[in-house]
């Protein structure tokens, strides 16, 4: 069974649309993340969930709406597509209480804007 | 604030031959946890070690081995004997117990040729 798994993997879809990208974690986890990496490959934190309660927003802006609808899902949703809003999109998740960072990453879904 | 930095873009090498990928991080935690990723062209991101700040041993796996150096905030990663296989985004990252998060450097593109 796959630890973290994301839905779907390829996204490609015309500017303006709105969009989501599942997420679930088996692991049995309290944390998980969105990370998004760009056409360079730089891989950047945009939010992370404890318990279904927002505690990382790195200043992404607000067409882009996370849900976690319990602790082990946390879903993407993009509204009005943007051109920039083309990247991988990884989910993660990770044991708090552990404070280690060992996060377990999903395989990532392509997002492709038109 | 956290960085990390991978001054290499890109390497390439010959098969067989020996290369170190440098790692750079800032950080004003005394607790802190370095990691190692690789990207494979498959596209995943799979974990290779985590390092707590207060263990500066070094390790080595198989042809894989890490030098942590607290003196000088550095983090590298050498492979020995390289092969065709080791191609792929090398990312070093930094996770804060403080912040809860786990930043990336830019990475580093090594291409192993035959």
């Known amino acids: 069974d796959t630890a973290v798994s994301q839905t779907p993997k390829y996204l490609v879809t015309q500017m303006g649309n709105d969009k989501s990208i599942k997420c679930e974690q088996n692991?049995?986890?309290?944390?998980m993340y969105w990370y998004k990496q760009d056409s360079k490959k730089f891989l950047k934190i945009m939010f992370s969930y404890n318990n279904k309660e927002l505690i990382i927003n790195e200043t992404v802006p607000n067409r882009f709406s996370p849900k976690s609808p319990d602790k082990a899902h946390l879903n993407l949703h993009i509204n009005s597509l943007e051109l920039g809003d083309s990247a991988v999109y990884f989910c993660?998740?990770?044991?708090?209480?552990?404070?280690?960072?060992?996060?377990?990453f999903g395989e990532g879904s392509r997002l492709t804007v038109l | 604030a956290q960085k990390v930095t991978q001054a290499q873009t890109e390497i390439s090498v010959v098969e067989k031959e020996d290369v170190t990928l440098d790692c750079v991080y800032e950080?004003?935690?005394?607790?802190?946890?370095l990691f190692w990723y690789k990207q494979p062209p498959s596209g995943e991101l799979v974990f290779l070690i985590r390092?707590?700040?207060?263990?500066?041993q070094n390790e080595i796996s198989g042809r894989y081995s890490w030098n942590f150096q607290k003196s000088t905030s550095s983090f590298n990663f050498t492979i020995t004997a390289s092969q065709v296989v080791d191609s792929a985004v090398y990312f070093c990252a930094l996770f804060s117990s403080n912040t809860g998060k786990l930043i990336f450097g830019q990475g580093t593109t090594l291409q192993v040729k035959p």
């Open positions: 692991l049995g986890h309290d944390t």
């Open positions: 993660a998740s990770s044991q708090r209480d552990k404070h280690t960072g060992e996060l377990f």
């Open positions: 390092r707590n700040s207060f263990d500066e």
């Open positions: 950080t004003r935690d005394t607790t802190y946890y």
